[in-house]
């Protein structure tokens, strides 16, 4: 199946958790993953629908999407894998969004780089929610205080919270992620309010986004079951 079939088969699915959910389609984002993949593929998915996507390294994005970006005005360029600090310039520059933000330094580093930038940079903060890789902030005490300087700087725009679920066959470990945080997301609001600060909850991927659904994601990254042959 070509990548204009996978995205149909995805919508369907999409669908149904949407149904299932009692949820509106037009509610949820559907990003394509890119990390290694051709920008030919890219392209084929854009045609296909896809306005919003993610990409794991800075150099590599860079190299796929500067053009891509100038002549597809509409795309959105997020960056959802960890960030070294002395990446962070240029992706402070570069991307629309960076989801990954997991720890005070590098909100400082952004803090100090994007303030180069025409609009204030989206930033998502990562709660870790035990995932293998341990990356994100480690609890609400954390999150609280990294929301309080992104909200100080002036440079940075916080538009909501991040998190991988654990690898696994077992929903209700995965659900239990998702509701964390779902969970999250309620104590920002009622402490940096408004609504809008917080309001993306980017959680679900190829092997989990149903349930992701069901546990209030808008905005799925999915990269495998788009891009597979």
Same mark, same amino acid.
Request: proline share 3%; hydrophobic share 40%.
């Given at each position: 199946?070509?990548?204009?079939?996978?995205?149909?088969?995805?919508?369907?699915?999409?669908?149904?958790?949407?149904? #299932?959910?009692g949820?509106?389609? *037009?509610?949820? &984002?559907?990003?394509?993953?890119?990390?290694?993949?051709s920008?030919?593929?890219?392209? =084929?998915a854009?045609?296909? !629908?896809?306005?919003?996507?993610?990409?794991?390294?800075?150099? =590599?994005?860079?190299?796929?999407? *500067?053009?891509?970006?100038?002549?597809?005005?509409?795309?959105?360029?997020?960056?959802?894998?960890?960030? $070294?600090?002395?990446?962070? /310039? $240029?992706a402070?520059?570069?991307? *629309?969004?960076?989801?990954?933000?997991?720890?005070?330094?590098?909100?400082?580093?952004? &803090?100090?780089h994007?303030m180069?930038?025409?609009?204030?940079? /989206?930033?998502?903060?990562?709660?870790h929610? !035990?995932?293998?890789?341990?990356?994100?902030?480690?609890d609400?005490?954390?999150l609280?205080?990294?929301a309080?300087?992104?909200l /100080?700087? !002036?440079?940075?725009?916080?538009?909501?919270?991040?998190?991988?679920?654990?690898?696994?066959?077992?929903? #209700?470990?995965?659900r239990?992620?998702?509701?964390?945080?779902?969970?999250?997301q309620?104590?920002?609001?009622?402490?940096?309010?408004?609504?809008e600060n917080?309001?993306c909850l980017s959680m679900g991927?190829?092997?989990d986004? =149903?349930?992701a659904?069901?546990? !209030?994601?808008?905005?799925?990254?999915?990269g495998?079951?788009?891009?597979?042959?």
């Amino acid at each position: 199946m070509n990548i204009a079939g996978n995205i149909a088969n995805i919508e369907e699915r999409i669908q149904r958790a949407c149904n #299932n959910a009692g949820r509106k389609r *037009d509610e949820i &984002v559907l990003m394509g993953v890119t990390k290694f993949i051709s920008l030919e593929r890219i392209k =084929e998915a854009y045609q296909s !629908g896809i306005r919003c996507f993610g990409e794991s390294k800075v150099k =590599e994005a860079a190299e796929k999407f *500067d053009s891509f970006k100038i002549d597809h005005p509409e795309a959105q360029l997020h960056l959802i894998g960890s960030l $070294q600090r002395n990446k962070s /310039k $240029q992706a402070a520059l570069f991307f *629309d969004c960076i989801q990954s933000v997991d720890r005070d330094e590098l909100v400082d580093e952004l &803090v100090k780089h994007s303030m180069f930038r025409a609009e204030p940079l /989206k930033v998502l903060l990562e709660l870790h929610t !035990g995932e293998d890789t341990k990356s994100g902030y480690a609890d609400l005490d954390a999150l609280y205080k990294a929301a309080e300087k992104i909200l /100080k700087s !002036g440079n940075l725009k916080p538009a909501g919270l991040m998190t991988m679920a654990p690898y696994t066959t077992d929903d #209700n470990l995965i659900r239990l992620s998702f509701r964390q945080l779902r969970n999250a997301q309620k104590e920002l609001e009622k402490r940096f309010p408004p609504y809008e600060n917080w309001s993306c909850l980017s959680m679900g991927m190829s092997n989990d986004f =149903e349930t992701a659904i069901e546990e !209030g994601s808008n905005l799925l990254r999915i990269g495998g079951a788009i891009f597979k042959d």
